[in-house]
């Protein structure tokens, strides 16, 4: 059992930046790919980034790509580096970790944290 905490969420002014983390319990790097999803109020929860196993291959969102970075250390914590921030990335952030494979869809993931709240004002 994988437990995962979110940290770095709050509030900030559109064009801001943030910094989330996510720690894991226990060592993910090289076991576990991991993944951000958000969920705005009313909406339903959705992929923002992924990262693998090993820390390549990042696949993002289109509405984050060129504004969000996704990055892991090499023990247990997993990061997205928030640039540009729009009133449209107000949302609770969740971070997961994944058995497989590094995949969009919630479904892919095995272990969710319980969220962070992110709200940009415009």
């Known amino acids: 059992q994988v437990k995962l905490v979110e940290s770095g969420g709050g509030l900030v002014q559109a064009g801001d930046s943030l910094r989330l983390s996510c720690a894991a ?16 109020p009313g ?28 990055s892991r250390d090499n023990a247990n914590t997993m990061y997205l ?24 869809s919630r479904e892919d993931y095995n272990y969710w944290g319980q969220g962070t709240q992110v709200t940009v004002s415009s």
Not at 81 to 104: H, I, N, W
């Open 25 to 40: 319990s226990q060592r993910t790097f090289g076991t576990h790919a991991m993944g951000w999803f958000r969920q705005a």
């Open 81 to 104: 580096q928030m640039d540009s921030l729009k009133p449209e990335d107000t949302a609770v952030y969740f971070c997961a970790a994944a058995r497989l494979r590094a995949g969009t």
């Open 43 to 70: 909406k339903e929860r959705e992929f923002v980034a992924t990262i693998s196993r090993s820390g390549g291959s990042p696949v993002y969102a289109d509405s984050v790509k060129n504004r969000f970075t996704i």
